[in-house]
């Protein structure tokens, strides 16, 4: 949504609340009935074919949609879709969130018996967990709880979560809500959480390409924002007028590899187009993408929604339709089915009149609405008879899913700095500790954005004293700053005495909404406002005691300041951690969790800021100084890089086996029978795309082992290095895989990775094609190092 359009709907609501709690003596509760059509006890007459389970899918929306006049299927083309009540369909809004719990927005209406939904940390937090499971675990939590919901008639059953777009740089508002930089991490994040929410019947023997996915969808999940989108508003540059300039090998190996993911393996329902232009074409109007490369080449079989108004502004703000009716005929052309805005409703008869469009066209989107309706039963009758009918209001905020929001936090929180193993503090009895800072009681700052009404809260405060409670500790509490902002230096010196009487102190600072969201980019990555300060004046005070910084922020911040000064022996990256973050950040500090968690995206220093943000570029460029994005690319010095993560334990690995070479005998055949034929030369490079390629997967066994004196949980990530020789733009190193254990002190594991030469140890070009270099590929985890060469048949391996 436009941030002046919240601002002004808003203040109107505002007005409308005011107005009403004014002039009735109690505000009005509304009374939510679940609306569905096809209902086996309502009039006869209203029960169409297209309401006849035994019928195929494809046959029953063909029979709904050939009963629609032209008006009533323009009216389904928008997210606020109309009531045809001569059929006995209701009204339907499609725009619901679900990024980290079931969200405030259109759809959604908590109150009633759902009150309040569980509260998940943001993904950039949860995916420092690395953990597959916990990401599935969260989406069905959400799609339970969107379910209760949907059955109570106070939500929709179609989300618009996760958001999907690689976090290139850290200063994008919007960096919360993804999960990172790394194209392979977001693709597992991706599909498993979109797993989590869609559930349903997956068909595991039909191959992925031709899969339509499963038939019955617990809740419809939607990739976001496709493609090249992560810039809202910075220096003169907005979302809406950005042309994001994009190589083929940027687009290929960096900005789509989570979507396409997010759509042929985790089977996505939905897709959102974003607002941007993606060189020079608005992504809503862009038929290669949407038409020849997602839905044909990806076998997407779901709905392409806009990006809230970005239909209409392919006219009305960058006038790249002469008039809106073109910019109707433009989306629908390009493949989009579905505006959320108004401009089809308002301008699509009009484009039909002047034949820009076409009925069989508008037929065509409204299939693949439907079909994805169908497939959420919304046209099989009575919800309470059908799959997911019984959840209810009991199956919301329960013990085990809010002890899973709790539990994502603490496998995610990141341990940055630990000199001289200072953490984890022991409980000590009367402990004095001071607890500073703006955070230090944050409720609403640890959800982030998209966030919902959440069960309860227990800010870090509540956390230290819940911890504590055994041991008579005495807590204060100063708040250092007024807020993030910490324009003021009024509440420093309360600060100062707190930390000068306390046996330790935590500072409990970091950034919020006011920084960073959706709409506002930063301009800084430091601290704002006094916070240096603060830090420094209460270190001070605090005179060689224990100190721990605990950051909560949606993206990195230059804390090279603290990394640096002896005096702050710990600092941990809390993220917005959700409903119970403060309860995991407290049991981390007195080792009740060892904290395992691992960045998903580098962190800078603060003259990272010197870089143009609007350049896209993945890759460096040395003619310009141009240093590159992600540890995939950046030639400078990061302050920590992709995967720093430190822990209570020390692990260490071994190789214990991979193969010094392969020769894969089917490569060599796609080197003659590749159909995109674009072949070097010297055949120094193998085609990639073939199925082939899976017969040639390989093992690598790591043995890991807890060396230190606590039991904890690590991830182990497997990087690769190709070959230096070869095309422009080879990454410096590129994630392989990564598998989380839990191991307990001095124990060890064997993990096995097994990697896809094609997927894995691929590049692309700067054609755009994935190929797998020949030669020396280096093999990393850790310090440990394994070269593996990829040979050809030319090599010493007989006839071809
Ligand atoms: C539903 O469709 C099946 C298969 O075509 C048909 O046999 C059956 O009579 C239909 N049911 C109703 C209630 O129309
Ligand atoms: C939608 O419902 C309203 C109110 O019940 C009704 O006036 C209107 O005709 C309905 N629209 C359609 C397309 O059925
Ligand atoms: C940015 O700052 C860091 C830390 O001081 C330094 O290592 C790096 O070289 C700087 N980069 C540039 C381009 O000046
Ligand atoms: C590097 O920047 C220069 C100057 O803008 C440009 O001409 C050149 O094409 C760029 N090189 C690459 C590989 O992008
Ligand atoms: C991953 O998450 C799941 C769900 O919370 C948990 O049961 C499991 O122990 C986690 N795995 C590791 C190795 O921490």
Same mark, same amino acid.
Request: with cysteine; charged share 20%; net charge negative.
């Given at each position: 949504?436009k941030?002046?359009?919240?601002?002004?709907?808003a203040?109107?609501?505002?007005?409308?609340?005011?107005?009403?709690?004014?002039?009735?003596?109690?505000?009005?509760?509304?009374?939510?009935?679940?609306?569905?059509?096809c209902?086996p006890?309502?009039?006869?007459d209203?029960?169409?074919?297209?309401?006849?389970?035994?019928?195929?899918?494809?046959?029953?929306?063909?029979?709904?949609?050939?009963?629609?006049?032209?008006?009533?299927?323009?009216?389904?083309?928008?997210?606020?879709?109309?009531?045809?009540?001569?059929?006995g369909?209701?009204?339907?809004?499609?725009?619901?969130?679900?990024?980290?719990?079931?969200?405030?927005?259109?759809?959604?209406?908590?109150?009633?018996?759902?009150?309040?939904?569980?509260?998940f940390p943001?993904?950039?937090?949860?995916?420092?967990?690395?953990?597959?499971?916990?990401?599935?675990?969260?989406?069905?939590?959400?799609?339970?709880?969107?379910?209760?919901?949907?059955?109570?008639?106070?939500?929709?059953l179609?989300?618009?979560?996760?958001?999907?777009?690689?976090?290139?740089?850290?200063?994008w508002?919007?960096?919360?809500?993804?999960?990172?930089?790394?194209?392979?991490?977001?693709?597992?994040?991706?599909?498993?959480?979109?797993?989590?929410?869609?559930?349903?019947?997956?068909?595991?023997?039909?191959?992925?390409?031709?899969?339509?996915?499963?038939?019955?969808?617990?809740?419809?999940?939607?990739?976001?924002?496709?493609?090249?989108?992560?810039?809202?508003?910075?220096?003169?540059?907005?979302?809406?007028?950005?042309?994001?300039?994009?190589t083929?090998q940027?687009?290929?190996?960096?900005?789509?590899?989570?979507?396409?993911?997010?759509? +042929?393996?985790?089977?996505?329902?939905?897709?959102?187009?974003s607002?941007?232009?993606?060189n020079?074409?608005?992504?809503?109007?862009?038929?290669?993408?949407?038409?020849?490369?997602?839905?044909?080449?990806?076998?997407?079989?779901?709905?392409i929604?806009?990006?809230?108004?970005?239909v209409?502004?392919?006219?009305d703000?960058?006038?790249?339709?002469?008039?809106?009716?073109?910019?109707?005929?433009?989306?629908?052309?390009?493949?989009?089915?579905?505006?959320?805005?108004?401009?089809?409703?308002?301008?699509?008869?009009?484009?039909?009149d002047? +034949?820009?469009?076409?009925?069989g066209?508008?037929?065509?989107?409204?299939?693949?609405?439907?079909?994805?309706?169908?497939?959420?039963?919304?046209?099989?009758?009575?919800?309470?008879?059908?799959?997911?009918?019984?959840?209810?209001?009991?199956?919301m905020?329960?013990?085990?899913?809010q002890?899973?929001?709790?539990?994502?936090?603490?496998?995610?929180?990141v341990?940055?700095?630990?000199?001289?193993?200072?953490?984890?503090?022991?409980?000590?009895?009367?402990?004095?500790?001071?607890?500073?800072?703006?955070?230090?009681?944050?409720?609403?700052?640890?959800?982030?954005?998209?966030?919902g009404y959440?069960?309860?809260?227990?800010?870090?405060?509540?956390?230290?004293? +819940?911890?504590?409670?055994?041991?008579?500790?005495?807590?204060s509490?100063?708040?250092?700053?007024?807020?993030?902002?910490?324009?003021?230096?009024?509440?420093?010196?309360?600060?100062?005495?707190?930390?000068?009487?306390?046996?330790?102190?935590?500072?409990?600072?970091?950034?919020?909404?006011?920084?960073?969201?959706?709409?506002?980019?930063?301009?800084?990555?430091?601290?704002?406002?006094?916070?240096?300060?603060?830090?420094?004046?209460?270190?001070?005070?605090?005179?060689?005691?224990?100190?721990?910084?605990?950051?909560?922020?949606?993206?990195?911040?230059?804390?090279?300041?603290?990394?640096?000064?002896?005096?702050?022996?710990?600092?941990?990256?809390?993220?917005?951690?959700?409903?119970?973050?403060?309860?995991?950040?407290?049991?981390?500090?007195?080792g009740?969790?060892?904290?395992?968690?691992?960045?998903?995206?580098?962190?800078?220093?603060?003259?990272?800021?010197?870089?143009?943000?609007?350049?896209?570029?993945?890759?460096?460029?040395?003619?310009?100084?141009?240093?590159?994005?992600?540890?995939?690319?950046?030639?400078?010095?990061?302050?920590?890089?992709?995967?720093?993560?430190?822990?209570?334990?020390?692990?260490?690995?071994?190789?214990?086996?991979?193969?010094?070479?392969?020769m894969?005998?089917?490569?060599?055949?796609?080197?003659?029978?590749?159909?995109?034929?674009?072949?070097?030369?010297?055949?120094?490079?193998?085609?990639?795309?073939?199925?082939?390629?899976?017969?040639?997967?390989?093992?690598?066994?790591?043995?890991?082992?807890?060396?230190?004196?606590?039991s904890?949980?690590?991830?182990?990530?497997?990087?690769?290095?190709?070959?230096?020789?070869?095309?422009?733009g080879?990454?410096?190193?590129?994630?392989?895989?990564?598998?989380?254990?839990?191991?307990?002190?001095?124990?060890?594991?064997?993990i096995?990775?097994?990697?896809?030469?094609?997927?894995?140890?691929?590049?692309?070009?700067?054609?755009?094609?994935?190929?797998?270099?020949?030669?020396?590929?280096?093999?990393m985890?850790?310090?440990?190092?394994?070269?593996?060469?990829?040979?050809?048949?030319?090599?010493?391996?007989?006839?071809?």
């Amino acid at each position: 949504m436009k941030s002046t359009e919240t601002v002004i709907l808003a203040c109107i609501l505002l007005g409308v609340m005011l107005l009403t709690t004014q002039l009735f003596e109690k505000p009005r509760i509304k009374v939510y009935k679940l609306q569905y059509a096809c209902d086996p006890d309502g009039p006869a007459d209203l029960l169409f074919p297209f309401c006849n389970t035994s019928i195929s899918d494809d046959d029953r929306v063909e029979d709904l949609i050939s009963r629609l006049t032209i008006q009533e299927k323009i009216e389904q083309l928008v997210n606020t879709a109309a009531n045809v009540s001569r059929l006995g369909i209701p009204p339907y809004q499609w725009w619901g969130e679900g990024l980290h719990g079931v969200a405030i927005s259109p759809s959604v209406y908590f109150g009633g018996a759902t009150p309040a939904a569980t509260s998940f940390p943001l993904p950039c937090l949860s995916v420092c967990s690395y953990n597959r499971t916990l990401w599935n675990k969260i989406g069905q939590v959400v799609s339970t709880e969107g379910r209760a919901m949907y059955n109570q008639g106070r939500s929709g059953l179609t989300y618009w979560s996760p958001n999907i777009n690689i976090a290139r740089d850290p200063r994008w508002g919007r960096t919360q809500e993804t999960p990172g930089e790394d194209p392979k991490l977001s693709s597992g994040y991706a599909v498993h959480f979109v797993k989590g929410l869609q559930e349903g019947d997956y068909d595991q023997n039909q191959p992925q390409a031709v899969s339509r996915g499963p038939r019955r969808l617990k809740i419809s999940a939607c990739c976001k924002h496709f493609t090249a989108h992560d810039l809202d508003r910075w220096k003169d540059y907005d979302r809406d007028h950005f042309d994001s300039k994009v190589t083929q090998q940027d687009l290929e190996d960096t900005y789509n590899p989570s979507f396409k993911s997010c759509v +042929k393996e985790g089977q996505s329902s939905s897709v959102m187009c974003s607002y941007n232009r993606l060189n020079g074409i608005p992504m809503c109007t862009h038929y290669e993408l949407l038409t020849l490369t997602v839905r044909n080449q990806w076998g997407f079989d779901g709905y392409i929604v806009s990006d809230c108004d970005a239909v209409a502004l392919i006219h009305d703000y960058i006038n790249y339709a002469p008039t809106s009716e073109d910019a109707v005929s433009y989306v629908m052309l390009a493949g989009m089915d579905l505006n959320c805005g108004s401009t089809t409703l308002v301008h699509g008869l009009a484009a039909l009149d002047k +034949k820009l469009i076409w009925e069989g066209l508008i037929d065509m989107h409204l299939r693949n609405l439907f079909r994805v309706r169908m497939r959420l039963g919304m046209f099989d009758g009575n919800p309470s008879t059908l799959p997911y009918g019984s959840l209810g209001p009991e199956d919301m905020c329960t013990e085990d899913n809010q002890h899973l929001a709790l539990e994502a936090a603490r496998q995610s929180l990141v341990l940055l700095k630990n000199e001289k193993n200072a953490l984890p503090w022991k409980k000590t009895h009367g402990l004095k500790l001071a607890v500073i800072g703006h955070h230090a009681d944050a409720t609403r700052e640890m959800l982030g954005n998209y966030e919902g009404y959440p069960c309860k809260f227990v800010s870090p405060l509540q956390g230290f004293a +819940k911890v504590l409670s055994d041991h008579s500790p005495r807590i204060s509490h100063e708040r250092g700053c007024s807020d993030a902002a910490c324009e003021d230096q009024f509440y420093i010196y309360a600060a100062k005495e707190a930390a000068a009487q306390a046996d330790a102190v935590v500072l409990v600072l970091g950034i919020s909404q006011a920084q960073e969201k959706e709409g506002r980019d930063r301009d800084s990555l430091l601290l704002p406002g006094r916070q240096m300060e603060l830090v420094s004046s209460v270190v001070e005070a605090s005179a060689g005691r224990p100190v721990v910084l605990v950051l909560l922020s949606g993206s990195p911040l230059d804390v090279s300041f603290a990394n640096d000064d002896p005096r702050i022996q710990s600092i941990i990256w809390a993220g917005y951690p959700g409903q119970s973050g403060g309860e995991a950040i407290a049991e981390a500090i007195f080792g009740l969790v060892n904290p395992g968690g691992r960045l998903a995206q580098s962190w800078y220093y603060e003259n990272y800021t010197n870089i143009d943000m609007s350049n896209m570029n993945m890759r460096p460029n040395a003619s310009t100084g141009y240093p590159g994005r992600t540890y995939r690319f950046f030639t400078d010095t990061p302050l920590w890089e992709f995967g720093h993560g430190l822990s209570y334990s020390d692990f260490k690995y071994t190789m214990v086996s991979a193969p010094q070479s392969i020769m894969a005998p089917h490569l060599r055949y796609q080197l003659c029978s590749s159909d995109r034929a674009v072949m070097t030369s010297d055949l120094n490079c193998l085609h990639y795309e073939k199925e082939a390629c899976k017969e040639s997967s390989f093992h690598v066994r790591v043995w890991v082992i807890n060396h230190g004196p606590l039991s904890g949980d690590h991830s182990v990530l497997l990087f690769s290095k190709p070959p230096s020789r070869g095309i422009d733009g080879i990454p410096l190193k590129q994630l392989v895989s990564f598998e989380r254990v839990h191991l307990e002190a001095g124990a060890g594991q064997e993990i096995l990775f097994k990697v896809n030469p094609c997927e894995d140890l691929g590049t692309v070009g700067d054609d755009g094609i994935r190929t797998v270099e020949l030669g020396e590929h280096t093999l990393m985890v850790g310090m440990v190092q394994h070269v593996l060469t990829v040979e050809n048949w030319r090599e010493g391996h007989g006839e071809l």
